[in-house]
């Protein structure tokens, strides 16, 4: 079955604050919701801007990781105490830990026993997500990605249980964001929107957001780049991470993400600039089995796709034009961990198994060389 008969489940927070000024909604839905315990998990930088969130003072773990792993959850989790509403206010990594430690402070379970694919039973504490880049989507997503420091894999987790009660996307909240990571987030906002779209199980319904996020980030990432206060661009960009969240839940990313996750767990490269990276040559090597699709992606960020190489000759230069370093290699990447990584990605079957294109171990070393 294909099209729009095909059956999809669309999840999404039942409450969506959007635009400039919706911060300031926080506290009456605490307070309508009889909310008095809430614990923020942040990022250091957004730790020490908790006077934003018109709370006075309040109980935060300020140290999430830009590539957050296990320890750093359970850390999260342990200090939550009594809480009855976790706050994620920050960036993806500040969010994806929000959700587990939602569900891990209001059950006896550990994460071995809800990582994974829909092993949570439900959830207690309620839980509000607040993004403060224009990137990931995860405010209004249903998985959590932590790193095994043992494995350097990805744990993913998935529920419809860490669905968040309330999402506040505020994108003034984003106007203080440097702009390389302005760019690298935006980067990663579009690849779930043309990673959901070319995917093997791409939707109409999904398909829809997707094109509407690619137009977004061609539009107004460069604007924001050269001008952070830019608050049509900034709004525009945190609609265009919302749609990319929005793709996320039923159909989810494919090889872009897969290749692009070694760079964060082997080289600590932020999710952002991994997946900006990866996303030319995985876009080239997709082209020839999406090419109406393909076309309209390179149309809307402002090329021609005619051939693989037009395709990522145009996306490289998107990329630099927004001032990213496009070679792994300026990054800390030698050639002797290309094999090492290929392997890793070619074993994330999760997304590759949805990827337009079979992609071998060897064609993987190929993107990761031709990255370099």
Known sequence: MTGFAQPIDLQRPPRIQFGVGSLAQLKPYLDES???????VA???????????????VPCFGQVEPEPGIPNLRAAALAAGDADVIIGFGGGSAMDLAKLVAVLASTNLTF????GPHRIPGRRVALIQIPTTAGTGSEVGTRALVTDPDSHAKVATESVHMLADLAIIDPELTMSVPPHVTAAT???AMAHCVEAFTSRRAHPLIDAYAIQGIKLVGRYLKRAVED?????????????AFCGGVCLGPVNTT???ATAYPLGTRHGL?????????????????????????????????????????????????????????RLSSHGVLEADLEAMAEEAHAIRRLLDWNPVDLSMSAILDLYRAAL
């Open 43 to 57: 990022d250091a930088v957004n730790a020490a801007r908790l006077d934003a969130l018109g709370l006075g003072q």
């Open 228 to 240: 952070g206060t830019d608050a049509e661009a900034r709004a525009g960009l945190a609609y265009a």
């Open 112 to 115: 071995e026993e809800i990582s």
């Open 270 to 326: 932020p999710h952002g600039i991994a997946n900006a990276l990866m996303f030319p040559h995985v876009l080239a090597a997709n082209a020839a089995a999406r090419p109406e699709k393909t076309a309209q992606i390179c149309a809307a960020l402002g090329f021609s796709g005619a051939s693989r190489d037009s395709v990522v000759t145009g996306a490289l230069a998107f990329c630099a034009g927004l001032g990213l370093d496009m």
């Open 186 to 188: 935006g980067v990663d």
């Open 255 to 257: 090889a872009g993400h």
């Open 34 to 40: 009889g909310l008095r315990r809430p614990y923020v």
